[in-house]
Structure formats: structure tokens, C-alpha cells
Nanobody, 124 residues
Framework: VQLQASGGGLVQPGGSLRLSCVASGLASDSYSVAWFRQAPGKAREGVSCLRPGGRTYADSVKGRFTISRDRATNTMYLQMNNLKPEDTAVYYC????????????????????WGQGTEVTVSS
């Protein structure tokens, strides 16, 4: 399985970005996917995940970020609106063939496959 993330960039506070992640070799109806981020000097944190039972979001992004998936193209997206300076980080997509549950969906060690990361900078 290979994951290729893209879509990062520099945006002003209040702006929007859409991240994309193309997955190859992940032909499973029960897999889970997620977006994580890591700011300088901080641990990697779960942002949002899409699992067989639904979507889960970190409290810090609820109402602003939306995760989605296009099964036809094996592409996952993270639509980020009303961006804040504290959203600045490298964003990573991740996937696993397991159907995760709410309590494990935002944990980095739940995932087997990772993309290379795309940098998001929110600054005026």
C-alpha cells in the first residue's frame, strides 16, 4: 500500500485548504483512513478518521474540518475551513485494512500505512 498526500500550502487565517491522499493497493471495504498532523516540537496528533462506523474528529477541528473518501478513485480528502495559526503543521494521511472503532481511530499506532506528509502553514 502506498499513500501520496498533497494540497498543503500557505493560507491566511480564516482561509481554506483541501488536502488529498491517493491510496494504491488498498482494495478493502472495511479499511479505515485518517489524517494526522505534527507541529514542530509536538507529538503527532489525530485530526480526523473515517472508519466503517462513521467519522471522528478531534475537538480542536470539529465544525471546521471535514473528512471524505472517493472509493472510485481511492482518494481521501480533508477539507479545512476557517483555518487558524494553531493548525500549522505537517499533515499526514494514514490507512489500515482494519475496521477501527471510535476509541482507536485517532491513535497513530492503529495505522499500518502512512503518506509522506504535506505542510500547512496558516499565517498572515
Amino acid at each position: 500500500v502506498q499513500l501520496q498526500a498533497s494540497g498543503g500550502g500557505l493560507v491566511q487565517p480564516g482561509g481554506s485548504l483541501r488536502l488529498s491522499c491517493v491510496a494504491s493497493g488498498l482494495a478493502s471495504d472495511s479499511y479505515s483512513v485518517a489524517w494526522f498532523r505534527q507541529a514542530p516540537g509536538k507529538a503527532r496528533e489525530g485530526v480526523s478518521c473515517l472508519r466503517p462506523g462513521g467519522r471522528t474528529y478531534a475537538d480542536s477541528v470539529k465544525g471546521r474540518f471535514t473528512i471524505s473518501r472517493d472509493r472510485a478513485t481511492n482518494t481521501m480528502y480533508l477539507q479545512m475551513n476557517n483555518l487558524k495559526p494553531e493548525d500549522t503543521a505537517v499533515y499526514y494521511c494514514a490507512a489500515t485494512r482494519s475496521g477501527l472503532i471510535v476509541s482507536t481511530c485517532l491513535r497513530p499506532n492503529s495505522y499500518d500505512f502512512w503518506g509522506q506528509g504535506t505542510e500547512v502553514t496558516v499565517s498572515s
